[in-house]
């Protein structure tokens, strides 16, 4: 008896520590997903939706600067605004990137102007909402499209100055024109209207 008793205590303190090491083994994989899965969703999110581009070590979206479809001056010497592209999207939406980069020498601080005249987006702070597309063709008037809290769909919330030699990248997501524009105007303040393709 002592000895069947005393193999049942040891198959069952065997079992007991198989489920513990298999718990262990769960929790950690559950963690490890975890883990992955937030940052996975945050880079495709902060991507905009495209494949190019990439992140800096700080986690900032840096646009795709592989081509530059236009370059503006700005009214201030040594600044200026480098589009690369915009894409449309296909939930029918377009995306502007670009950056805003300071030659000048000194610090560059950004105007309140950029953010737009709407009360309602001023407490998203410093953003790209003033930015609008032109399509003449279609004498069509593109803002910058708002979520569901009337956030603006555009780049928020940068430091209020960009220091010299350094560039602020940008994104900002319009309505797409119909298929039939290929070409739009983009006006922001400070910059000349441009005239930018669509791809």
């Known amino acids: 008896m002592k000895i069947r008793h005393v193999g049942q205590l040891r198959r069952a303190g065997a079992a007991a520590v198989l489920a513990a090491a298999l718990a262990v083994s769960v929790t950690a994989c559950n963690s490890e997903s975890d883990a992955k899965g937030p940052s996975q969703t945050a880079s495709a999110s902060s991507s905009g939706g495209s494949d190019k581009g990439g992140q800096d070590a700080g986690g900032k979206t840096l646009p795709d600067t592989s081509q530059v479809i236009a370059t503006l001056k700005s009214d201030e010497a040594g600044i200026e605004m480098v589009l690369?592209?915009?894409?449309?999207?296909?939930?029918?939406?377009?995306?502007?990137n670009g950056e805003i980069k300071n030659t000048s020498g000194k610090r560059y601080t950004t105007p309140i102007k950029w953010s737009g005249d709407e009360q309602s987006v001023a407490r998203t702070g410093r953003s790209f909402a003033a930015m609008t597309l032109v399509d003449s063709?279609?004498?069509k008037r593109y803002y910058v499209l708002r979520d569901t809290e009337n956030r603006p769909l555009t780049t928020t919330g940068f430091q209020p100055s960009i220091k010299a030699g350094e560039s602020l990248?940008?994104?900002?997501?319009?309505?797409?024109?119909?298929e039939s524009t290929t070409t739009v105007d983009l006006q922001f303040p400070g910059f000349p209207n441009a005239p930018i393709e669509i791809s």
């Open 84 to 96: 690369h592209s915009a894409v449309r999207d296909q939930g029918g939406f377009l995306t502007v």
């Open 137 to 139: 063709k279609e004498k």
């Open 169 to 178: 990248p940008f994104f900002a997501q319009f309505p797409s024109p119909s």
